[in-house]
């Protein structure tokens, strides 16, 4: 199957268990950043078991529509996650952490200026 399609049918699936997790939890909890939390840990640590499952048990073939697709549509942070610990363990540890610092503080100043954008036009 085409790898582009199996990507988009992926991250139907990921955004949709997404939102039903996020139905699961009070309300209180997922206002407060809890579901958030919650769904960034727990895609992390199933891209960490299926990137090694891939590769030692499943076919690769899969990859696109699991870890693009379905983990991205559930959390991207996964994919964050994958790229940070690839870094160090290939001994670019200094990568790493300015990668960390590069992906917080531009996503938080991307968020910001969306916002800004958003509410003058809305205003």
Known sequence: ??????????????????????????????????????????????????????????TPNFAPFLLAGVLGGFTTFSSFSLDVVAMW?????????????ASVVLSLLALIAGLAVARSVLT
């Open 89 to 101: 363990e290939r001994g670019e540890a200094i990568a790493a952490m300015v990668y960390i610092a």
């Open 1 to 58: 199957m085409n790898p582009y399609l199996q990507v988009a049918i992926g991250a139907a699936i990921g955004s949709m268990c997404r939102l039903a997790f996020y139905r699961l939890l009070p309300a209180p909890w997922v206002a407060m950043g809890g579901a958030t939390l919650a769904v960034n840990v727990i895609g992390s640590f199933v891209m960490g078991l299926g990137f090694a499952l891939i590769g030692q048990r499943i």
